[in-house]
């Protein structure tokens, strides 16, 4: 995704509790994998976690692809760091 894309970006270990909602392309295994498409109140959201607790929210300008990002990653709150700097 393009920098010029990107919002912003949060940790958010809530998000695991979030209704997925319907899987144009998607998979989802309460657990143990979230991963693909998931289109929810018209916004398209692509999931790749695991351990959403690890997961960081990247939130996307109007016209992206994707409303969100959902990624988890290693060390959530450097990632965080790191996208807010790399968008200021």
């Known amino acids: ?3 010029t894309q990107v919002r912003g970006a949060t940790h958010d270990p809530g998000i695991a509790h979030e209704r ?3 899987k144009p392309g998607g998979t989802h295994v309460p657990g143990i994998v979230t991963a693909g498409r998931f289109r929810r109140h ?4 692509f999931w ?3 351990k959403p607790a690890d997961a960081v929210v990247i939130e996307l300008a109007e016209g ?3 409303s969100r990002l959902v990624i988890e990653t290693a060390d959530p709150r450097a990632t965080v760091t790191l996208v807010e ?4």
């Open 48 to 50: 790749a976690a695991r």
């Open 42 to 45: 018209g916004d398209l959201v």
């Open 1 to 3: 995704m393009p920098l």
């Open 85 to 88: 700097q790399a968008i200021a």
């Open 64 to 66: 992206a692809p994707y």
């Open 20 to 22: 997925k909602g319907a």
